[in-house]
């Protein structure tokens, strides 16, 4: 839960439990969650007022400060990459055609790694950081 105070204080916003709610269920998910998934899943839990709209901002809010990324199936996963307190580089996603699993390349010495870094460092307010998407099938569903 940290990874999700963190950055919302980080950028002057509130912990509200809905945006707790939200994260955890998509945290907690093995596959990436359409915004319908996520109030499918909240009520579910039988939280109330769970409207489609404001999971669907929070979604947006959570990719737009590194929590989370919108793959180009148009759901939503959690960013991978929990130690990685800055996350101002390019972050680059596998997704299996096959498991629908999701795989985020952890690999700090690559060269897209490196330029990514020093094309964000030289933005002056970077408000958005991008994500790379690859699909295909992964090593474990390729034999
Ligand atoms: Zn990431
Ligand atoms: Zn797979």
């Known amino acids: 839960m940290k990874q999700l105070e963190e950055s ?10 809905a945006r707790k709610i939200i994260f955890d269920i998509l945290k907690n998910s093995e596959r990436p969650l359409s915004p319908k998934n996520v109030c499918d899943e909240l009520s579910n839990l039988s ?17 737009k400060i590194g929590l989370a990324h ?11 990459l929990e130690n990685d ?9 596998m997704c299996c ?11 700090k010495k690559t060269q897209t790694y490196m330029l990514s870094k020093k094309i964000i ?3 002056k307010q970077l408000n958005h950081i991008s994500s790379l998407t690859f ?3 992964c090593e474990a569903c390729d034999n």
């Open 8 to 17: 919302l204080k980080e950028k002057n916003l509130r912990v509200t439990n």
């Open 47 to 63: 939280v109330s007022n769970a409207d489609q709209a404001s999971v669907y901002r929070n979604l947006v809010l959570f990719s």
């Open 70 to 80: 919108k793959l180009d199936s148009g759901k939503y996963t959690v960013c991978q």
């Open 85 to 93: 307190r800055t996350k101002r580089h390019i972050h680059i996603i």
């Open 97 to 107: 055609t096959e498991c629908m699993g999701v795989y985020e390349l952890n690999e």
């Open 121 to 123: 460092n030289s933005i």
């Open 135 to 137: 699909s295909g099938v």
